[in-house]
């Protein structure tokens, strides 16, 4: 069996989920989070539980990483502005910025073909549509993600050709996109200097 490094050992669930959840909310600042991945399905009761709690955002990753130190979380490791990891005790937290998920820029109607789950004072919690979740984890492609892929289109509705067309039309441009985001980053970075 493959070890994965990467993730908690521990199993995290709507408890852990709500628990961030609450503290983000307690800022009471404009804020937009999208899950992603397992944080979507727990939303959605496909699962019960995942190894982290993914989102995106719509805040740049500087202004998230202040929001995080408020509420007494440090990052992980020093973060690249695409991707943030921090622990709420032992629960990890992914953030991913720019419409940048794992190597993948997000199509430009993400935002809009997202839905909505609910406010909590001025946080907009969200779920990525069902179409991207799958194109993110096909995209990664670990044993577990294929078995997420499978657990969704049992549970949704997903019409097969959209997703192909969907999936191709996002590689056609995502290599292109994904160098270009990589740059802009490292240019904001340049300029700071």
Known sequence: MNKDHYKNVKETGLDELDSFLILIASLNQEIELFALGGTAMILHNIKKATKDIDFITTLDYESFRKLMARIGLKEASKSSG???LW?????????????????????EDWKALSKKIKTVNKLSLYTLNWYDIIITKTARSEPRDIEDILMIIQNQPIDFQKLKKRYYNLAETSLIAAYDLKFKVLERRWEKK
């Not at 622990?87 to 199509?107: C, K, M, N, Q, W």
């Open 87 to 107: 622990y709420l005790d032992d629960v990890r937290v992914d953030v991913f910025f720019d419409a940048f998920i794992l190597g993948i820029p997000l199509p």
């Open 82 to 84: 695409l991707c943030g």
